[in-house]
């Protein structure tokens, strides 16, 4: 069974996501859009809380959600427990936040990546495991502070 992947934007977001979806999906992933399905304007803590609520609630255990800089989504995301959004502007930080930090949303800073450097920073959180060890015990600290 592929693995179900979410994703959602704003308006600043949109073009990208259109195009990481049908990359997802040429990579074997079954994809979840949770919109918007225009590039008219929104506001992206409209479409980051539904995402982010359904990977705290493990309904999904990945999701991706753009927006111009990537710090509304990431905001908005990271207040819901067990949602760890990384902003990844390169491959490296994407795998580093998969390595160190367990993510399990990808933001991409859509106004500030081209649509080759989305697809490579996508690619590299997609298959980077995380490491473990003396990792999941910095992990585990982040959930004292669980806002729910
Ligand atoms: C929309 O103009 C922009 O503010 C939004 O996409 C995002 O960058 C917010 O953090």
Redesign the pocket.
């Known amino acids: 069974m592929p693995e179900t992947i979410l994703i959602a934007s ?4 949109f073009e990208l996501k259109e195009k990481l979806e049908a990359e997802l999906r040429s990579l074997g992933y079954r994809v979840q859009d949770l919109g918007p399905a225009s590039d008219a304007s929104v506001d ?1 803590a409209d479409f980051a809380h539904p995402l982010a609520e359904r990977i705290s609630h493990g309904d999904a255990a990945r999701g991706v959600l753009l ?7 990431s905001y908005a995301a990271n207040r819901h427990a067990h949602v760890r959004a990384a902003v990844a502007w390169t491959p490296e930080i994407a795998a580093l936040s998969r390595e160190h930090n367990d993510s399990n949303v990808l933001v991409l ?3 500030f990546v081209g649509d080759d450097e989305g697809r490579a920073i996508l690619k590299a959180w997609l298959d980077t495991p995380f490491a473990g060890g003396r990792h999941e015990r910095r992990v585990e600290k982040i959930e004292i502070a669980d806002p729910s």
Do not use: I, N, S, V
């Open positions: 704003d308006h600043a977001g992206y927006c111009g800089t990537g710090l509304g989504m800073p859509a106004r």
